[in-house]
C-alpha cells in the first residue's frame, strides 16, 4: 500500500501555469492528483530525500530560467513541494521513529 500511496498524491491547491508566457496570464492552482517524485526504493526517508533532491533540482531550474514567469513556475512548485507535501510525509517518518523506541 505505501508503493502505491508513495505515487500519487491528491491536492486543492496543485501549481497550474497555463501555457501563455505572457505576464497577464495568471499562476493558479488546481485540485487533482500529482505524481510525486520517488525512486525505485519507496520508503518515507526515500521519499523525503527524492523530494529534497527534487526540490533543489527545481532551485537550480529556477537560477536558469529566461524571465521572472518562467522563475516563478519553478519557485511555485519548490514551494509546493516544501510547503504542502512534504510535512505529512515528515510527520509519518517521525512517527514511525518515535514508534520504533517503544518497541
Keep these: 500500500m505505501l508503493r502505491f500511496a508513495s505515487l500519487i498524491y491528491q491536492n ?4 497550474f501555469h497555463s501555457i501563455d508566457e505572457s505576464p497577464e496570464s495568471p499562476a493558479g492552482t ?5 505524481l510525486l517524485p520517488v525512486g525505485g526504493d519507496v520508503t518515507v ?3 523525503l530525500q527524492r523530494m529534497d533532491e527534487v526540490i533543489a533540482l527545481l ?5 536558469g530560467a529566461p524571465n521572472p514567469k518562467s522563475q516563478q513556475k519553478f519557485e511555485s ?4 513541494l516544501r510547503r504542502d507535501v512534504r510535512p505529512p510525509w515528515e510527520q509519518i517518518h517521525f512517527r514511525a521513529k518515535t514508534a520504533k523506541l517503544f518497541e
Design 12 to 15: 486543492e491547491s496543485i501549481p
Design 30 to 34: 488546481q485540485d487533482g492528483f500529482a
Design 45 to 47: 526517508a526515500n521519499i
Design 59 to 63: 532551485y537550480q531550474m529556477m537560477l
Design 77 to 80: 512548485a519548490r514551494t509546493w
